[in-house]
């Protein structure tokens, strides 16, 4: 039902300028899909975002790891231990259970916090510069793609901003980089 949403809307929009004064509108669309795929931007943000995914998944692992360690403890050792001894094993492994499934809940927090923070970052810069085409273009209306059912008429305009925005992004980048530089100095 979600995505009925944008099209009712972009339908009732395009309904309440039908000529635009002077004609047809001029219209285009981008693939946010492919965008997202192909910018390098959106590359290393998908790569940053699996390397925090790695880090937390091996941090998950040591702990699992622990956990089964101390089970086959009880398994092998049972025999020779007291009850007592068998009790506090045992609350320890649920201790130690408790935990994992806290950090595992923290950790799925973390990394969808941060996968929605790089692409609402993205999906900025994006519309930033759709928003430059069509000023530049003269485009009266950009649509997204999967939410067009049918248009005629329209520009494909998704390698132009994946252009614009690699060359946005690499510009931005060495800026950074540079600053990163001059601070180092500073700090030395």
């Not at 943000?45 to 699992?64: C, D, G, N, P, R």
């Not at 403890?73 to 994992?100: G, L, P, R």
Request: hydrophobic residues 35%; proline residues 1%; positive net charge.
């Amino acid at each position: 039902m979600k995505g009925c949403i944008p099209i009712v809307l972009i339908l009732s929009f395009s309904f309440s300028f039908p000529s635009y004064g002077q004609g047809k509108m001029k219209m285009a669309f981008v693939d946010l899909a492919k965008i997202i795929q192909e910018a390098d931007a959106a590359k290393e943000a998908k790569e940053k975002l699996m390397s925090e995914y790695k880090s937390k998944q091996e941090m998950l692992k040591k702990m699992q790891d622990e956990i089964l360690k101390l089970q086959d403890d009880i398994v092998q050792k049972s025999k020779f231990m007291s009850q007592a001894e068998i009790d506090k094993k045992k609350a320890e492994i649920e201790k130690k259970q408790s935990d994992f499934l806290s950090t595992l809940r923290e950790a799925e927090a973390e990394i969808q916090q941060l996968d929605s923070k790089l692409t609402h970052e993205v999906l900025e810069d994006v519309r930033k510069i759709i928003a430059g085409i069509a000023e530049k273009d003269g485009y009266d209306m950009v649509l997204e793609k999967s939410q067009i059912l049918y248009i005629k008429d329209a520009d494909d305009i998704t390698f132009r901003v994946i252009d614009l925005y690699n060359k946005d992004w690499k510009s931005k980048k060495g800026q950074r980089q540079q600053q990163q530089q001059q601070q180092q100095k500073k700090n030395r």
